[in-house]
């Protein structure tokens, strides 16, 4: 058993790696802040998989495959899961979290198992966090904003105070995250309350456009907000601090609908919102803070907004004829505007920091139906089963380029860019 705050976890061992499923880090009430779990000596299973926030069926089930089979879904889910060589001592950490549009998926999916990248030599721990209106959109009235980014923040400090039992280094600390979990990571850079709970960070696929880049898109954040609060506050027929939670996602369901005249934006309607504690007002200036201090590995596919794309009323209206084109100028289009990270990284580069790009551009033999799409990069990261996620089109996911991959983010976690082959890379 590891003592921790959270109590003694148990553990258990296979294949040279210890791991402790799980663990609740902090507790909160609804629309309330978390408050880090103090119980040193209460005994705690480490086997079972925690619980996944309450949410519905992620949009993107038809791309990566379901994600939550199998897992309990509930209100007090701040749990983490770890995983360590079982000989670990002083190893660097990398602290995972996971996408889903801020609204789906949980750190403890199957998925998600970072077995491999364990055996590569670190210490890996996957969080998960209160997502949509839960995590962030409040009623009127009651509750306070960025509960899912305190939530993480929160993790952090877990792990800060406990992860020298799993033999990892709290000095040497990766923050990874794709999509949300990216945007995430962006986040976390930019909230003063972060620092120095990290050394580096990598954000795989984050919607930049529509959170940083393009300021027709974040200029709507904030009317799109205030349109979603009160059809949000609306739907409840009880008190939202008491309402069962099915009425909790239909009221979500509700707000959704009123961003939806938003455009894009309303892609992400629920996402961390800037000027709002723990995240600053000026998002790039506290970038530009804190770039000497942090090392930045970003990147995207090459065909991230395909699946997107597909569902375009303006495309599948088209002739069948003309459709092809269409979806590979809109899907090129709409990739460079919500998710190049060259600004990004010369922001960092111009400030001071050390940065390293790259660039995912495998996809199945003959294109797949999405080609390089968002999220093909996780079934190279991590060890669950995708063999059922369409995007990989009935295809084996190629065992030279996986290690490529895990080589390169564990060498990055340990290291940083001076172990990367250069400050570009290109995987397939």
């Not at 030599?121 to 959109?137: D, E, F, I, Q």
């Not at 880049?213 to 904030?222: H, I, K, P, S, Y």
């Not at 999220?375 to 669950?384: K, N, P, R, S, V």
Request: a negative charge.
């Amino acid at each position: 058993m590891v003592k921790t705050t959270s109590g003694l976890v148990d553990t258990f061992e296979q294949d040279g790696l210890t791991h402790s499923r799980g663990i609740p880090y902090a507790t909160a009430e609804r629309f309330q802040k978390p408050t880090l779990i103090n119980t040193p000596d209460v005994a705690r299973a480490g086997a079972a998989r925690g619980p996944a926030a309450p949410q519905d069926p992620s949009r993107l089930d038809d791309v990566n495959g379901p994600l939550l089979d199998g897992i309990a879904q509930q209100e007090d889910c701040l749990v983490l899961s770890v995983v360590a060589p079982t000989d670990a001592d002083g190893l660097p950490v990398m602290v995972w979290f996971h996408g889903g549009a801020y609204v789906s998926g949980t750190g403890e999916a199957p998925k998600y198992d970072p077995d491999s990248l364990a055996r590569r030599g670190v210490v890996v721990v996957n969080v998960s966090y209160r997502l949509g209106a839960l995590g962030y959109l409040h009623p009127e009235g009651l509750g306070v904003g960025n509960l899912g980014l305190l939530d993480q923040l929160a993790a952090l400090r877990w792990v800060q105070a406990n992860i020298v039992g799993f033999g990892g280094d709290a000095k040497q600390v990766t923050i990874f995250g794709q999509s949300a979990g990216a945007d995430s990571v962006l986040c976390l850079l930019a909230a003063p309350a972060a620092r120095g709970l990290f050394r580096r960070a990598i954000s795989q696929s984050a919607p930049i456009g529509v959170r940083f880049g393009n300021t027709d898109l974040v200029g709507q954040r904030a009317p799109m907000v205030e349109a979603m609060r009160p059809a949000f506050t609306a739907a409840f027929s009880t008190d939202p601090a008491t309402a069962p939670v099915s009425e909790v996602l239909a009221a979500q369901r509700a707000a959704q609908a009123a961003a939806q005249p938003f455009g894009l934006a309303a892609d992400l309607a629920y996402a961390p919102y800037v000027g709002t504690d723990p995240m600053p007002d000026s998002v790039e200036e506290q970038w530009k803070k804190v770039a000497p201090d942090v090392e930045l590995f970003i990147g995207c596919t090459h065909d991230e907004a395909a699946p997107f794309v597909l569902g375009n009323p303006a495309i599948t209206g088209l002739p069948e004829a003309e459709r092809p084109a269409a979806i590979r100028e809109a899907t090129e289009a709409e990739t460079k505007m919500i998710f190049d990270v060259t600004a990004i990284a010369d922001l960092w580069r111009n400030a001071g920091g050390t940065v390293a790009t790259y660039r995912f551009d495998w996809h199945p033999e003959g294109g797949g139906p999405f080609g390089a799409t968002h999220c093909i990069d996780l079934a190279f990261l991590f060890d669950g089963d995708w063999s059922d996620a369409p995007m990989l089109d009935g295809q084996a996911v190629p065992s030279g380029l996986r290690e490529e991959v895990q080589s390169t983010w564990t060498s990055f976690a340990r290291d940083g860019v001076s172990a990367l082959k250069n400050d570009h890379l290109r995987f397939g």
